[in-house]
Structure formats: structure tokens, C-alpha cells
């Protein structure tokens, strides 16, 4: 005899969108042809695409789960009244998320198929995250030994903990997106959403919209848009680039963080969100909030805890750590050999000066092991503009065709900014034996502003045959 | 001369570009109009044999539906475009691109009533 609770609940019109949407892990409903009738939020959350974006496509083109594509889950549910595959889907955002898919047929009155339910929980906490590897040379995914890095690590776990908004500062490619992360898988919200969202480049109204919703009719056409807010319900919103985002939307955004209300676009009602914001710039945010470029207030709300990542050049021993890493990485990924680099591509990537910081470097390296064909990265393995200009330096010494940099400035020479500049690349250029990528590093340029300054000083060298 | 490389399921983008095993590299002239097509097949999903044929084939454009942030970001250091999370047909995809008027997320298919 059933519990007279459970048949009064039985009774109850109950809305079943409402339920689905506050369960915690990604829910799909499918027909019987595969498309999709509804996703629910923590779906949206996990896939980027609203339920309204997506209902009536197929669903492999929504879900992109590695094993619709050559072992469908749904034939294996129609066999086995349900089954469970792990494996992974590509969102919105170009992440590969490591999921737990459960899959069972909804059957009628008569026992046949009329839907597919499927349910998607992101294994990403437990796959990335493990307690158990902080240490003070490591937090989630990031890895360092330099005092900057281990720094850093003891500050994490700390920053993780308190539910105030954090600001991370840093050049390109400094590992912004991965301490945000770190920071979310480690924080009480990890089982929530944790949603990325950039400002860069995009119009102001297409950030409004993106980040705080649209109500349907908002504007001609406009269908409901969720937003990264909603999206992002008890969990953590990560702003990238917000020294990009338009002054009316710092406001916005201002108001969002202290009174925790969102007006999505074109609604007069606003919801609660319950949201860590993590934001991060590569821009000098304290001098534009100086110049009135970016709100003060904002600006001080976000740096009460913030965090500076310090560039790759400066990082010290991280470097070789880091090219190591990514080298085991894509060794074992591409099932290769490749265990170490000769001691002339060591050298390179050494003396090189990463304006991409990590990003570029881990580029570097991952193209080299796909490239090298030996147990060692050779030079040859490395790209093109890394070494070619060595090498041809190399083989060829320079002729310049100015009088020796030894030879002291005169007094006229010496109130004249171009002559010292001029003596500067010349000093340079004979300090590294004629090497422009080493003389531009040396002087703290670009290849090209120094090629460029080169010309229009007349700094002409002439190759001179190899013997 | 601009090369185009789709990633292709059957006469669709392919939901996903590392799981992809047909490709289709359209050659465009300067007036846009399609000068040669060709049709490759893939020995076995890769992301990287993928990458290393955009290379060899001097591709300028890749259309595509999923794509890993890690290869979306190489091949914009390789100067490659890529429009990414289409979804429809590979046809219409090819005649929005000579337009100008594809773009990533793009929804090129008819929707049915699930």
C-alpha cells in the first residue's frame, strides 16, 4: 500500500520544467527520432545552448558526446532499458568536458517508446580537481616551483574559500582561465556551474544580452536567452577581458555584485542570483580606473581580493618545469618517444622571450613533439620563427655598414635622442654578434621594431657568401 | 585563390572536428565562385591529422562544428580562420561563407517539431 503522501503528490499539477530545471545535473528530454524536446538549466550550463536554441535539433548536434558517433547510447538504452557511458562532450565555449551520461527509454501506457531521457553529470571536479595534490608546487591544474608561483599556491586555497568576488590580473597566456577554475573546483560551489563568459570584442548590446538574458520580445525577434548570470546559479561566473566591458555595463554589472539582481534586457522583473564573480584583465585596470576609463567603485569592488600572475620570463625555473610538462603531455597523448630536447633547442627555448607566456609556449612545444621524428626535439623540430633567424644569422655574419658603436658620441650627437638610439641598436647588435632576435630581446623590442628602427636608422647588414 | 576546408557528416558539418572522418576542401577564386572541390577521407578520427592536413592543404577557412579551444587557438596562431559551431547542411554552409554571411554558432538547419 502506498504512503498517502506519495498519492497525494501523485495528485498534484506540478510543473515538471520547474522541477527539472533545479536539479543540479544536466537533464535532456528527446523524441522518439532523436531531437530535442527540452534541456534543463544545468544543461544550458554545461552545453552553452538554451533549451529554446536547441529544441528540434538532432541531439548529437546539441550534446556533441564522443559516443553518439559510433556507439549510440540511445540503440544501447533501446537493447538494454538504459545504460551508463562515460565520455566526453565539446560546449559551446570549445571545452572538452569529461561526463557521466545515463540514458533510459520514457515508454507509454502500451510499453512503447515515445521519448529518451538523458542525463549528463560533469565529471570535470573529479577527473581535474584533486585535494589531495595541493601542495606548494601545485593547485588544480596549475603547476610552478618559482617563490612567485608557490606564492600563489598558498594563496589559492585561502581566495578559494572566501565567496567575495576575485580579480585576476595578468599579460596573455599568464594561466588566467586555469586559476579561475582552481578556484571554483575548490571553492564550496564546485558541484555548481562554473560559466565563462569574454567581453572581448563583442558588441555592447550582444554582452548585455549574453550576460544578463533577454526576456522573449525584448526586441523584435528576440527569443529567451538565459544569460551567464542565470546560467551560472549557485555557482561561479568568470568574467575574462572585463577591462573591455562598455562603461553602461560596468554600471550594470556594479549593481548586479551589491544588490545581487539582474534585470535580464527588455524585463522589468529581475531574479536573485547567487553568483561568485571572478573576473581577470591583462590590462593595467588601476591606470584606467585613474583615467576614467573603467569605474572606480567597480574596479575597487573587484581588487578587494585580487591576484597578479606574473609572466612566463619572469617565472625563472618554471620554464623548463612547464616545457617539460607539456612535452610528457603530448608525448603520451600522441603515443610518442619523444622524452627530452637536444641541447641546442634547450638553448632556444631558453633564451626566447615568450611574449605569449605559457600559451605560447606550450604551442611551441606541443608542435615540435608532433613534428620530431627522434627520441629528442631537435632545432628543426621547432617553428620557423624561432630559428630562423639564428640560423641565418648564424651562417651568415652581418656586415654593417656604419662606423664602429665604440667610437663616442659628440656633444651635438649626444643631446640627439635618434643618435643614441642609433648606438643602442649598434651596441646591441655587436654585443650579440650581429643576432637581431638576441639584440631586439636585449633591448627589449619587438623583431619587427627593431627591423623597423634598423631601416630607418640605414642599419643595412649584407649577407656575405658562406664559405 | 582561397581554400575552404568543411569537416563534414555525411551532407552536414560535422557535430564534432576531432571525431571527424570526411573532409571537403572547396577552392574558391578570386570572384568567389568555387574553382575545384575535393573530397577526403580520414583514416581514423584525429584532431591533429586534421590540423596537419590543414597545413598541407594551404587552407585559409575551416567551417566546423565543435572544435577544442586547443585547436581552435593553434590554428589562429597558424593565421587559419575558423567558424566554428555550425550546425546544418555543408551546402548552404559554402554558399553563406562566399556571401560573407557565415559566422560561428550559426544555425544553417530547418528545425523539426521533436
Known sequence: MRHPGVLQLRDLQ???????????????????????????????????????????????????????????????????????????????????????????????????????????????????????????????????????MEKIFQSLPVLSQLDAPVLITGQIGTGKDLVAEALHHASSRARNPFITFRCGGLPEVLVESELFGVEKGAFPGSGYKPGKFRLAQNGTLYIAEIGDLAPSLQTKLLNALDAKTIYPLGSTKSFQADVRVIAATSRHLSQMAQDGSFRNDLYFRLNAVSLHLPPLKERGEDLRLLMDHFLHARASLLNKTVSGFSDACLKTLQQYGYPGNILELRHIVEYAVGLSR??????????AYLTEDL????????????????????????????????????????????????????????????????????????????? | MRNVL?????????????????????????????????DVLLARPSAEA????????????????????????????KN???????????????????????KSGDLLSERRKA
Open chain 1, 14 to 148: 506540478i510543473n515538471l520544467i520547474h522541477v527539472l530545471d533545479e536539479i543540479p545535473i544536466g537533464v535532456c528530454l528527446m523524441s522518439k527520432e532523436r531531437r530535442i524536446i527540452f534541456i534543463n538549466r544545468a544543461l544550458e550550463a554545461l552545453t552553452g545552448f538554451s533549451s529554446s536554441e536547441c529544441e528540434g535539433l538532432p541531439c548529437s548536434y546539441v550534446l556533441r558526446f564522443n559516443n553518439c558517433f559510433d556507439n549510440c547510447p540511445v540503440d544501447k538504452a533501446q537493447e538494454l532499458e538504459g545504460c551508463v557511458l562515460e565520455g566526453d562532450i565539446i560546449n559551446q565555449a570549445n571545452e572538452k568536458i569529461p561526463v557521466r551520461a545515463t540514458f533510459a527509454p520514457l515508454k507509454d501506457g502500451a510499453g512503447e517508446i515515445s521519448a529518451y531521457v538523458e542525463t549528463l553529470d560533469d565529471l570535470r571536479q573529479a577527473c581535474n580537481f584533486d585535494p589531495a595534490r595541493i601542495n606548494p608546487f601545485s593547485f588544480g591544474r596549475i603547476i610552478g616551483r618559482s617563490p612567485q
Open chain 1, 374 to 383: 627522434t627520441e629528442r626535439i631537435e632545432l628543426c623540430d621547432l617553428p
Open chain 1, 391 to 467: 640560423t641565418d644569422l648564424d651562417a651568415v655574419p652581418p656586415v654593417l655598414d656604419l662606423p664602429q658603436p665604440s667610437v663616442a658620441l659628440s656633444a651635438e650627437e649626444r643631446l640627439d635622442w635618434s643618435a643614441v638610439e642609433r648606438k643602442m641598436i649598434l651596441d646591441a647588435l655587436v654585443k650579440v654578434n650581429g643576432r637581431r632576435s638576441r639584440a631586439a630581446q636585449l633591448l627589449g623590442w619587438g623583431r619587427s621594431t627593431l627591423w623597423r628602427k634598423m631601416k630607418h636608422y640605414g642599419i643595412v647588414s649584407t649577407k656575405v657568401p658562406r664559405k
Open chain 2, 6 to 38: 568543411l569537416v563534414l557528416d555525411g551532407k552536414n558539418i560535422a557535430p564534432r572536428f576531432d571525431l571527424a572522418l570526411e573532409l571537403l576542401i572547396v577552392s574558391l577564386g578570386n570572384d568567389g565562385k568555387p574553382v575545384e572541390r575535393r
Open chain 2, 50 to 77: 586534421l590540423c596537419r592536413t590543414v597545413a598541407s592543404e594551404n587552407v585559409q577557412t575551416v567551417i566546423c562544428g565543435g572544435i577544442e579551444k586547443e585547436y581552435l587557438q593553434y590554428l589562429g596562431w
Open chain 2, 80 to 102: 587559419v580562420e575558423v567558424i566554428h559551431s555550425i550546425i546544418g547542411s555543408s551546402e548552404v554552409a559554402v554558399s553563406r561563407y562566399r556571401k560573407g554571411a557565415l
